[in-house]
């Protein structure tokens, strides 16, 4: 076999030490489900947005709120999400304190009500980006640990090449290029698994944030709508 098939790819991952391919299956088990992720939270943030903005709409469209409260809660559609579902537990709370005090209980004081609804939204806006967070933290941990990974198995087959030469009395480019070639493939696939997770969990977190300061917001005009109705 020439040099120019010990220098393709395969023949650099098959003649690596068994440390080396075990850095190398690692990092592209790695890869794989942090790519998995990356297509799962794309299509969770696109789906978190649309309602978000579907929401807006309809409750800036003027309608009535308990037609709208009642149209989530109906049970004929899925479980709420997002901006709607941060509004229905505050409404419900809302609700449930005027309901009590129209049927024989203490007046219904301002601030319990207001204060109950701004706890259950805030329990609501919680739960919601726990979700919108999930995966975020496994992306941001391949982006900066993979190279090390990689750079570990770069080393380990690098000290291997030499111990390899001190058995030969000349050493050749030829006998010195595969060794350390395929030490350098560990820290190539580190960079491919890190790379791509570290743009983006970048990408995300700042989708996130946004969408947090938009839920946010609406948490605060909807406390102001609410104390209007008391």
């Not at 709420?80 to 007046?107: D, L, P, T």
């Not at 391949?142 to 198995?153: D, E, K, N, T, W």
């Amino acid at each position: 076999m020439n040099v120019a098939d010990d220098m393709s790819l395969v023949s650099l991952v098959l003649g690596a030490s068994i440390p080396v391919q075990v850095v190398m299956v690692i990092l592209i088990i790695t890869s794989i489900f942090s790519w998995w992720y990356i297509f799962i939270k794309v299509f969770m943030l696109k789906k978190a947005e649309d309602n978000a903005e579907k929401f807006e709409t309809a409750f800036w469209s003027g309608g009535d709120l308990n037609k709208l409260y009642d149209g989530l809660s109906s049970g004929k559609r899925r479980k709420s999400q997002g901006m709607a579902s941060i509004f229905e537990a505050g409404f419900k709370e809302f609700v449930r304190h005027k309901q009590h005090s129209n049927n024989g209980g203490s007046k219904m004081d301002v601030s319990d009500a207001m204060e109950g609804s701004r706890r259950a939204m805030q329990a609501s806006f919680n739960r919601e980006m726990d979700e919108l967070d999930s995966h975020l933290p496994f992306l941001a941990s391949v982006g900066s640990v993979s190279p090390y990974i990689g750079l570990f198995g770069t080393v380990w087959g690098i000290m291997n090449s030499f111990r390899g030469l001190s058995n030969v009395a000349q050493a050749t480019l030829s006998q010195v290029a595969p060794g350390i070639a395929e030490a350098l493939v560990a820290t190539a696939i580190g960079l491919f698994a890190a790379i791509p997770a570290v743009l983006a969990y970048n990408r995300f977190a700042s989708r996130v944030d946004r969408l947090s300061v938009r839920y946010e917001s609406f948490m605060e005009e909807f406390t102001n709508i609410l104390q209007r109705r008391v």
